[in-house]
């Protein structure tokens, strides 16, 4: 079974090559009437090949899902989560769907510094479902992103000293970036004068 996204994604190399796992996670935000927002995240496997199982007398045949399970995340405006739904529709195992029963336990969190952590520690080893915790963890960032609407209207975030908290906090807005220069240019600071201070933008 062929996936056309992943050939796609990046160039492919010189060199020939079979398929031999696809799996898909999809994550979506909306919005709510009630004014909350959830967020969806849903995660499938399958295989190229027919394959047996490890349970006795099951063999599974190419293209079978093995895995489609997902999370849903109501929160709110300030990021706390007031309510959490799973599914699984397939599993290898029929004791699967309870594992996800111990993500009611992240009721209450804020998704924001210290998400990922707090999640593990609540949620690690057989206290829940590997692959739902997985989906926990990027859907946070996805949650984010789907509230980007609303602060394009709210002030920006500045640290103490009044700093875009957005600057260095990934690539395309480092420092010493085209980014910064072209939004912030009195923050900007080219390679090499770390320490010296801002630089005017005039």
């Avoid at 090559?17 to 909306?30: A, K, S, T, V």
């Avoid at 997902?70 to 599993?91: K, N």
């Avoid at 209450?108 to 963890?137: K, N, P, Q």
């Avoid at 960032?141 to 509230?147: D, K, N, V």
């Amino acid at each position: 079974m062929s996936n056309p996204i992943a050939d796609t994604v990046m160039p492919a190399p010189p060199f020939t090559r079979r398929e031999l796992h696809f799996r898909r996670i999809d994550m979506r935000g909306f919005q709510r009437s009630d004014g909350l927002f959830e967020v969806e995240g849903r995660v499938t496997d399958s295989k190229t090949h027919e394959f047996v199982h490890p349970q006795p007398g099951r063999t599974v045949p190419a293209g079978e899902l093995i895995h489609d399970m997902g999370v849903r995340l109501v929160f709110d405006e300030d990021m706390v989560v007031h309510d959490v739904q799973t599914f699984t529709d397939s599993a290898p195992y029929a004791a699967c769907p309870e594992g996800g029963r111990a993500l009611q336990s992240i009721k209450g969190l804020r998704m924001a510094g210290g998400w990922s952590r707090e999640v593990r520690d609540r949620l690690r080893g057989a206290r829940s479902c590997t692959h739902l915790m997985e989906i926990l963890i990027p859907l946070a960032t996805a949650a984010h992103q789907s509230l980007g609407f609303l602060r394009v209207s709210s002030p920006e975030r500045l640290d103490e000293k009044g700093r875009p908290l957005q600057i260095d906090s990934c690539y395309a807005y480092a420092k010493d970036g085209a980014v910064v220069l072209h939004r912030w240019p009195q923050f900007y600071m080219p390679r090499g004068l770390e320490g010296g201070g801002e630089i005017s933008g005039g």
